[in-house]
């Protein structure tokens, strides 16, 4: 089972290869649906990486994938830009969880 990325950057998508995930870069929203489409029909596929900027861009499609298939796990990272707050989101929930303040 592998990871693979789906990003709108090149540093995302360097810096995602140095940990040896594969994935492309893609800006427009047929080219991403394409390419998830594409992902989500490998089955040695276990999670796919998208940057935040192209979940917003497919969304519909992504909620779908998340409501009715089991697999594979669709996970948002955090762009450069970083407009969500998902890193503090994450931090409330391992702290809500296990009960320490990162």
Same mark, same amino acid.
């Given at each position: =089972? &592998?990871?693979?990325? !789906?990003?709108d /950057?090149?540093? *995302? &998508? =360097? ?5 040896? !995930?594969d ?5 427009e929203? $047929? ?6 489409e594409?992902?989500?029909? /490998? #089955?040695n596929v276990?999670?796919?990486l =998208?940057?935040?900027?192209? =979940?917003k861009?497919? +969304?519909?499609?992504?909620? $779908?994938?998340?409501? /009715?298939?089991k +697999?594979?796990?669709i996970?948002e !990272?955090p $762009?450069?830009?970083? *407009?969500?707050?998902? *890193? +503090? +989101? !994450? $931090?409330k929930?391992?702290s809500?969880?296990i009960?320490? #303040?990162?």
């Amino acid at each position: =089972m &592998q990871f693979y990325l !789906i990003s709108d /950057n090149i540093d *995302t &998508q =360097m810096g995602m290869r140095l940990a040896g !995930i594969d994935g492309v870069v893609v800006h427009e929203p $047929d080219e991403v649906e394409r390419e998830l489409e594409k992902a989500l029909e /490998n #089955k040695n596929v276990a999670v796919i990486l =998208m940057t935040e900027k192209l =979940m917003k861009l497919c +969304s519909k499609l992504v909620y $779908d994938v998340k409501l /009715n298939r089991k +697999s594979p796990l669709i996970v948002e !990272i955090p $762009d450069r830009h970083a *407009t969500s707050q998902i *890193t +503090s +989101s !994450i $931090d409330k929930y391992v702290s809500d969880a296990i009960g320490l #303040k990162l």
